[in-house]
């Protein structure tokens, strides 16, 4: 699994322990990279970062996440996806 997001996203997948976590920042810094991972890999991009890297789609496995918890209707909504990306369901 590894984590794509915003600088913010990124840094607050890190901080929750997460270590293959990234920031992207740049289509040109990432899209080579995104081309090597094996289209298996389970992705987690928040939607700025799937906007710079449409390529990402391509990837069966991909999870993406609102760029700001404003964006969540609930905690519900944020457990149901959650719940959908690992297969259990994980207190928020």
Same mark, same amino acid.
Request: glycine letters at 6%.
């Given at each position: 699994?590894?984590?794509?997001?915003?600088?913010?996203?990124?840094?607050?997948?890190?901080?929750?322990?997460?270590?293959?976590?990234?920031?992207?920042?740049?289509?040109?810094?990432?899209?080579?990279?995104?081309? =090597?991972?094996?289209?298996?890999? #389970?992705?987690?991009?928040?939607? %700025?970062?799937? !906007?710079?890297?449409?390529? @990402? &789609? =391509?990837?069966?496995?991909?999870? #993406?996440?609102?760029?700001?918890? %404003?964006?969540? !209707?609930?905690?519900?909504? @944020? &457990? =149901?996806?959650?719940?959908?990306?690992?297969?259990?369901?994980?207190?928020?």
């Amino acid at each position: 699994m590894i984590i794509l997001g915003n600088p913010q996203f990124a840094t607050a997948m890190l901080l929750a322990g997460i270590s293959n976590s990234h920031r992207v920042t740049s289509r040109a810094e990432w899209l080579a990279r995104v081309r =090597e991972l094996p289209k298996e890999e #389970t992705i987690i991009a928040n939607t %700025s970062v799937v !906007g710079i890297l449409p390529e @990402l &789609k =391509e990837f069966k496995n991909l999870i #993406t996440l609102p760029d700001s918890a %404003s964006e969540f !209707g609930s905690v519900d909504d @944020l &457990k =149901e996806i959650v719940k959908a990306a690992v297969g259990i369901e994980i207190e928020v």
